[in-house]
């Protein structure tokens, strides 16, 4: 009895702490656990890893200092990396000392030490299938992971290391989702048009009469949803379990998905992007598992559109992904002759983009081409809520972070009722 | 460990980071709610102490006691300590 009482006390107390510190770390008065995050600090020249020192010394060829205009050869000692050219343009740059951007690339140095550090990652454990009394919270990164029930991800190294990889397949889940996070206007950055072109995709995911079983009621999926990812390179390498975590939250439906780009398919053998061995242009298919199969077209978009193979484009049964585009990079004469057949697809394309500047440009590539009046903006520019929470560095330029997909656009081509007069 | 237990630790039950991440934006609507939810019952309790610490009993008739039952009550009490 003595003993039963002894740890009754001692689960109270352990109890009354619990609560206490769950209130007090929610008041901001327990900071204990942003202090936990202590690993070891190395400037990028003197990491133990050989690809970070080629890195830097790779830093050093190509980059150019933001002040002075000269060869980077200056490592910030906040940061760790080769930044500047001197100690004296190190000092002199007030906007990376106003806007603390060594905080930023200290952040990047962190990521690139912790995915090499092989300590154990428990959060590429991915879970199965959902269980049907759990709901999905698409909210933020925490949420999700809670309710899918992912392994807890309690450091922000393991929310870049999982978010990396998995921002592609559940940046497309969260857009088509019927719990998506995105809001019509004035709430969220939906229009009208792009509440059109989702409630048709969520008619085709979510079908109407789907419990009486009757299979004539779902006569008008009579094929997979297809997902088409244009410009496809790092989203390409992921492996189907990947993608599979997309497909558990729609487990009702099956899917295509279609990496369409010159740089799409990852040979491992010759580990490069190589174009597909398919005779007459046919893409290489990977089937995952009944529910889904990867394909993958090693041209670009307007050669595949020509050829008539993916026709006909249903608004209903097809989406479009372009994940960091460039539009106004060296790719810009096909993005020019892609935009005419995404445009008569008239499916929805979303765009993502590194930051704000970026997307804005993209934006503005589209507002300014001689096709802008054939265009309806679907989504307004908004932070994508499942971007990847992991910074990363332009080599040619290291005061820059970038995040992938770190804001998000929809468009589509004009598509209204005709009028009679 | 299977399930949602992952999220707090083994021992001590203590959240994880990633769970007081998942509660912190529900945290102060929650937290109203448990005060308004909370504030009736604490009402009504109120209102009952309050109510009946006016009471001073005195609608209860209490019998007239003559001086010698007094004396000889007082005296039966005296004895039995």
């Known amino acids: 009895m003595v003993v039963s009482r002894v740890t009754r006390l001692r689960s109270v107390r352990i109890e009354s702490r619990r609560n206490a510190s769950f209130f007090k770390k929610l008041l901001f008065l327990d900071d204990s656990d942003s202090k936990d995050a202590n690993t070891k600090f190395y400037k990028w020249d003197e990491s133990p890893y050989d690809d970070i020192r080629t890195r830097a010394a790779f830093i050093r060829t190509k980059a150019l200092c933001p002040v002075t205009k000269k060869p980077v050869n200056f490592v910030c000692p906040y940061s760790g990396i080769p930044t500047h050219h001197s100690k004296e343009a190190w000092e002199q740059d007030e906007e990376y000392h106003s806007k603390k951007r060594y905080e930023l690339l200290k952040k990047v140095n962190l990521y690139e030490h912790d995915l090499r550090s092989g300590r154990q990652f428990d959060e590429f454990v991915f879970p199965g299938e959902q269980e049907h009394d759990f709901t999905i919270n698409m909210s933020t990164w925490d949420t999700f992971f809670y309710t899918r029930d992912f392994n807890p991800m309690n450091t922000e190294f393991n929310l870049a290391a999982a978010s990396k990889v998995l921002t592609y397949p559940i940046t497309m889940a969260s857009v088509m989702t019927h719990f998506s996070p995105y809001n019509l206007q004035p709430h969220g950055p939906i229009t009208l048009e792009g509440l059109r072109s989702l409630s048709a995709l969520r008619y085709t995911l979510y079908p109407p009469y789907k419990q009486t079983r009757d299979t004539s009621a779902v006569l008008f999926k009579e094929r997979p949803l297809r997902i088409f990812i244009l410009g496809a390179k790092m989203e390409a390498m992921l492996p189907g379990y990947v993608w599979k975590q997309f497909g558990y939250l729609f487990p009702d439906s099956k899917f295509e998905i279609h990496f369409i780009g010159p740089e799409c398919y990852f040979n491992p053998d010759t580990r490069s992007f190589t174009p597909t061995s398919e005779p007459h242009g046919r893409p290489h298919v990977k089937r995952y598992d009944e529910q889904l199969t990867l394909h993958y077209h090693t041209k670009y978009f307007h050669e595949v559109y020509d050829m008539g193979d993916l026709f006909p484009f249903d608004p209903y049964l097809d989406i479009f992904f372009l994940f960091h585009p460039g539009f106004q990079t060296a790719n810009k004469i096909h993005w020019d002759q892609s935009l005419k057949g995404l445009l008569e697809s008239k499916c929805a394309v979303f765009v993502t983009g590194y930051h704000e500047e970026d997307t804005r440009r993209e934006l503005l590539y589209l507002q300014n081409h001689p096709l802008a009046d054939e265009i309806d903006i679907l989504m307004n520019q908004s932070k994508n809520l499942f971007g990847s929470t992991k910074l990363d560095l332009v080599d040619s330029n290291p005061t820059e972070t970038f995040q992938a997909n770190n804001e998000m656009f929809a468009f589509r081509g004009k598509r209204y009722h005709a009028i009679k007069k | ?81």
Do not use: Q
């Open chain 2, 1 to 81: 460990m299977p399930g949602h237990a992952r999220y707090r630790d083994p021992k001590t039950f203590e959240m994880s980071p990633a769970l007081v991440r998942v509660r912190a934006p529900y945290f102060w609507r929650n937290t109203l709610a448990f005060i308004v939810v909370g504030s009736i019952p604490l009402g009504v309790y109120a209102y009952t102490w309050l109510f009946l610490n006016k009471d001073e009993f005195s609608d209860i008739p209490i019998p007239p006691v003559s001086d010698e039952e007094l004396a000889k009550l007082k005296k039966e009490y005296a004895n039995k300590k």
